[in-house]
Each structure stands twice: as structure tokens, then as C-alpha cells.
């Protein structure tokens, strides 16, 4: 299993944007799908959005729906969540994860071990 490490977090205003990125040591990192998650004080930790292994594919939860944009680039073994029109709501603690199979990752159901995550702050 890869363990990707996230950056790119920090205080934005209602309206703004950020680019978080998820990158990894390992080279099989390139090979695996990818994908954004979110936890906010108080709540479960929620599916954001996820890409496969190539870039060809994208799944996004409908609350991010327009918004998010995720992408990839496998020389540089990183994905990228650009999150554009942020909203308060958006406010969480923000972690990526890596799996084989691109249906499995929105189920979390695989991942045994998370990074720390980047915080998110969206003031309104």
C-alpha cells in the first residue's frame, strides 16, 4: 500500500480557491487510483472526489459537483484537488488515499492507514 502525503491546505475566504496536492515516494503511486477526502470537526470522514489510475476518469461527491476539480500528473507522482467557489461548509481537515481500483476508493473500505491531511479554512 501507498501512503501519499497532502499539502497545500490553508485560510481562504468564502468565494476563494486553493490547490491542495497528494504526492508519493513510491513509483507504483502512478499505477493506483486516487482520491480526496474530508473530515470537518464533529462529522465522519466523507468522499470528496477520485481519478483513476491513467486520468481518464473522475468521480465527484455532488456537494463539490462544479466546484472541484481533481487531475494528475504521474512524472511528477501527484494529484492535485483544485477547489474553486469555496464555501464555509468546506471547511475540514482534507486527506488523500490511494487504491487499485478506482470503485473501491470512494468506499474508504480499503484504506487501513491515513496521512495527517491538510486543513482547510473557509471564512465566510
Known amino acids: 500500500q501507498v501512503q501519499p502525503v497532502e499539502s497545500g491546505g490553508g485560510l481562504v475566504q468564502a468565494g476563494g480557491s486553493l490547490r491542495l496536492s497528494c504526492a508519493a515516494s513510491?513509483?507504483?503511486?502512478?499505477?493506483?487510483?486516487v482520491g480526496w477526502f474530508r473530515q470537518a470537526p464533529g462529522k465522519e470522514r466523507e468522499f470528496v472526489a477520485a481519478?483513476?489510475?491513467?486520468?481518464?476518469?473522475?468521480r465527484y461527491a455532488d456537494s463539490v459537483k462544479g466546484r472541484f476539480t481533481i487531475s494528475r500528473d504521474n512524472a511528477k507522482n501527484t494529484v492535485y484537488l483544485q477547489m474553486n467557489y469555496l464555501k464555509p461548509e468546506d471547511t475540514a481537515v482534507y486527506y488523500c488515499?490511494?487504491?487499485?481500483?478506482?470503485?473501491?476508493?470512494?468506499?474508504?473500505?480499503?484504506?487501513?492507514?491515513w496521512g495527517q491531511g491538510t486543513q482547510v479554512t473557509v471564512s465566510s
Open positions: 481519478i483513476s489510475w491513467h486520468g481518464g476518469s473522475t
Open positions: 513510491e513509483r507504483t503511486f502512478s499505477t493506483y487510483a
Open positions: 488515499n490511494a487504491d487499485p481500483s478506482l470503485s473501491q476508493v470512494a468506499t474508504m473500505r480499503r484504506f487501513s492507514s
